[in-house]
């Protein structure tokens, strides 16, 4: 038994409210519901939505109050939730602050098989009345379900490849028990960590280390095991006392056992994954513990390559791993959000990580490359930075591989897009001389392949354009001379490059 969408839908609360999109999610289980509002979307905003740490199998109940005008903001957060492993949205007020559900909102939540529920047209609906029911019902068919292992899997098969983790694991089964779990290996060094109530972490981490568990609370262990696979031992604890039933205890331990059964034969790879999460979510001290279960010494690994796959994103893992076997005895590498992310140390040598580049790019990939980052703080950050405009910075540089400052840069313009007209014609001001000449055409292109592309070099540049090397250095002087300026030095080329970044960016979102 459990709680799918389709019996949430016939909940007294429910009364009138209508599935609009997303009928293939009908049947998932529902864990739990909460809120979320979002904001106009801006840099900040994007940072702490990212930055929220989702739980999988949700219902989202909100408004769209703050975007209830601005279908691709709706059409983000639908994707972002749905990439997070979330079921659906209960859209409430539509008519009061949503005006109506924009066609191309609801032919987006149906692509990603996402829940869209449209609520009564009422203005004294309460959020409240929803969540105290569907909580109550949640808690009624869990407690009634003696036989889970098989639903808890589904329900992980069923989220996105990055998200079928350990930790996701751990997080749905704390939910189903009200109670914490901790994943050690059998010298009591933490893997993984999930806490009832939320926001225990620390000081349950504290007492399991120092072996001084409140008196009060229910504890039980038991060790998983299996052919090919390092002994681990699962903690579970309810600080109210209460007993877990042994049914409930056989299924926790049966269901994580068949988990790193089918998606980590090899529990290396499956703690090498967390690690990765770990570093990219700026758990700095989950990330030495797990380290130090292979001896991993995270303070090197200060580069990391960020790289996204048109295709299978998890047959392209796999592949990585393969070509990196040569050069890595155990690399440091795993898909998060969409990308697989690598970390190396620049301790390894130029030659080290330049030849891993360029096996990856043989591969039909964008990759960014990161480096000198000091610590988790640093990467989190740079990930942040490259996640959202990686396509973008690679069509407008015209190159598979990247450094994170072209990012950078490319987000810095995108930002300046932002401020309005005045700020973009302040940039593009350099060109104007251009513009008002017979061979503007011409003269505009070679300038643009010149600085951007060709390093300043007019043999490169007549290369990349098929164009004779002396027409070009024609078109050179006659651009330096519309310009009276020599435009192979700076400050004139600097503010060219600025001016023909904005100039590809405008091309590049008014094609796209």
Same mark, same amino acid.
């Given at each position: 038994?459990?709680?799918?969408?389709?019996?949430?839908? /016939?909940?007294?609360?429910?009364? /009138?409210?209508?599935?609009?999109?997303?009928?293939?999610?009908?049947?998932?289980?529902?864990?739990?519901?909460?809120?979320?509002? =979002?904001?106009?979307?801006?840099?900040?905003?994007?940072?702490? $939505?990212?930055?929220?740490?989702? @739980?999988?199998?949700?219902?989202?109940?909100? *408004?769209?109050?703050?975007?209830?005008?601005?279908?691709?903001?709706?059409?983000?957060?639908?994707?972002?939730?749905?990439?997070?492993? @979330?079921?659906?949205?209960?859209?409430? %007020?539509?008519?009061?602050?949503?005006?109506?559900?924009?066609?191309?909102?609801?032919?987006?939540?149906?692509?990603?098989?996402?829940?869209?529920?449209?609520?009564?047209?009422?203005?004294?609906?309460? !959020?409240?009345?929803?969540?105290?029911?569907?909580?109550?019902?949640?808690?009624? &068919? @869990?407690?009634?379900?003696?036989?889970?292992?098989?639903?808890?899997?589904?329900?992980?098969?069923?989220?996105?490849? &990055?998200?079928?983790?350990?930790?996701?694991?751990?997080?749905?089964?704390?939910?189903?028990?009200?109670?914490?779990?901790?994943?050690?290996?059998?010298?009591?060094?933490?893997?993984?960590?999930?806490? $009832?109530?939320? /926001?225990?972490?620390?000081?349950?981490? &504290?007492?399991?280390?120092?072996?001084?568990?409140?008196?009060?609370? !229910?504890? =039980?262990?038991?060790?998983?095991? /299996?052919?090919?696979?390092?002994?681990?031992?699962?903690?579970?604890?309810?600080?109210?006392?209460?007993?877990?039933?042994?049914?409930?205890?056989?299924?926790?331990?049966?269901?994580?056992?068949?988990?790193?059964?089918?998606?980590?034969?090899?529990?290396?790879?499956?703690?090498? *994954?967390?690690?990765?999460?770990?570093?990219?979510?700026?758990?700095?001290?989950?990330?030495?513990?797990?380290?130090?279960?292979?001896?991993?010494?995270?303070?090197?690994?200060?580069?990391?390559?960020?790289?996204? %796959?048109?295709?299978?994103?998890?047959?392209?893992?796999?592949?990585?791993?393969?070509?990196?076997?040569?050069?890595?005895?155990?690399?440091?590498?795993?898909? =998060?959000?969409?990308?697989?992310?690598?970390?190396?140390?620049?301790?390894?040598?130029?030659?080290?990580?330049?030849?891993?580049?360029?096996?990856?790019? #043989?591969?039909?990939?964008?990759?960014?490359?990161?480096?000198?980052?000091?610590?988790?703080?640093?990467?989190?950050?740079?990930?942040?930075?490259?996640?959202?405009?990686?396509?973008?910075?690679?069509?407008? =540089?015209?190159?598979?591989?990247?450094?994170?400052?072209?990012?950078?840069?490319?987000? !810095?313009?995108?930002?300046?897009?932002?401020?309005?007209?005045?700020?973009?014609?302040?940039?593009?001001?350099?060109?104007?001389?251009?513009?008002?000449?017979? #061979?503007?055409?011409?003269?505009?292109?070679?300038?643009?392949?010149?600085?951007?592309?060709?390093?300043?070099?007019?043999?490169?540049?007549?290369?990349?354009?098929?164009?004779?090397?002396?027409?070009?250095? !024609?078109?050179?002087?006659?651009?330096?001379?519309?310009?009276?300026?020599?435009?192979?030095?700076?400050?004139?080329?600097?503010?060219? %490059?600025?001016?023909?970044?904005?100039?590809?960016?405008?091309?590049?979102?008014?094609?796209?």
């Amino acid at each position: 038994m459990s709680l799918t969408v389709r019996k949430i839908l /016939g909940l007294p609360s429910m009364r /009138g409210a209508r599935l609009v999109a997303g009928e293939a999610a009908a049947e998932r289980t529902v864990s739990s519901v909460s809120v979320l509002e =979002y904001s106009t979307p801006n840099e900040t905003q994007h940072q702490l $939505f990212n930055a929220i740490n989702f @739980e999988g199998n949700e219902l989202v109940i909100t *408004a769209f109050a703050n975007i209830c005008n601005d279908t691709e903001a709706q059409k983000a957060v639908i994707r972002r939730l749905a990439e997070a492993g @979330e079921i659906g949205i209960l859209l409430y %007020y539509v008519g009061t602050f949503v005006p109506s559900i924009n066609p191309d909102v609801i032919a987006c939540a149906d692509s990603l098989n996402f829940a869209l529920i449209e609520m009564p047209h009422s203005n004294s609906l309460r !959020y409240s009345d929803a969540i105290s029911e569907i909580s109550e019902a949640i808690f009624k &068919e @869990e407690s009634e379900d003696t036989n889970f292992v098989a639903e808890v899997l589904e329900d992980v098969s069923l989220l996105p490849t &990055e998200l079928r983790s350990v930790s996701t694991v751990l997080r749905i089964l704390r939910d189903r028990l009200r109670a914490s779990l901790i994943l050690s290996d059998l010298d009591n060094r933490i893997i993984n960590i999930a806490t $009832f109530p939320h /926001g225990r972490e620390n000081e349950l981490r &504290e007492r399991f280390e120092s072996r001084s568990m409140d008196p009060g609370w !229910y504890v =039980y262990s038991a060790n998983i095991s /299996g052919r090919g696979m390092k002994s681990l031992r699962l903690t579970m604890i309810r600080e109210n006392g209460s007993a877990l039933l042994n049914h409930q205890i056989a299924m926790t331990v049966e269901t994580l056992h068949l988990f790193l059964v089918i998606w980590s034969p090899n529990h290396g790879e499956a703690v090498i *994954a967390e690690l990765v999460r770990a570093i990219l979510q700026d758990e700095s001290l989950k990330m030495r513990r797990l380290a130090a279960l292979f001896n991993i010494d995270v303070k090197s690994l200060d580069t990391m390559l960020v790289i996204k %796959y048109r295709n299978d994103a998890d047959r392209m893992l796999e592949e990585v791993k393969e070509n990196l076997s040569p050069f890595l005895q155990r690399p440091v590498v795993d898909l =998060y959000q969409g990308s697989i992310v690598l970390f190396l140390a620049s301790c390894m040598g130029d030659d080290v990580i330049d030849t891993v580049c360029s096996v990856l790019a #043989d591969k039909d990939c964008l990759m960014i490359r990161a480096f000198n980052l000091n610590d988790t703080g640093e990467v989190r950050k740079a990930f942040l930075e490259i996640q959202p405009s990686i396509e973008l910075a690679c069509r407008v =540089y015209k190159r598979n591989i990247l450094n994170l400052v072209d990012v950078q840069l490319v987000n !810095y313009f995108l930002s300046v897009l932002a401020k309005g007209e005045d700020e973009i014609a302040k940039v593009l001001y350099p060109l104007k001389a251009l513009e008002e000449t017979e #061979d503007a055409s011409s003269l505009m292109d070679t300038l643009d392949t010149f600085i951007l592309d060709a390093d300043l070099s007019t043999l490169q540049t007549s290369r990349k354009m098929n164009v004779h090397n002396n027409t070009i250095k !024609y078109r050179i002087r006659r651009i330096s001379s519309l310009m009276h300026a020599d435009i192979t030095k700076a400050p004139q080329n600097v503010m060219l %490059y600025r001016a023909l970044m904005m100039r590809r960016i405008l091309d590049e979102q008014a094609s796209g």
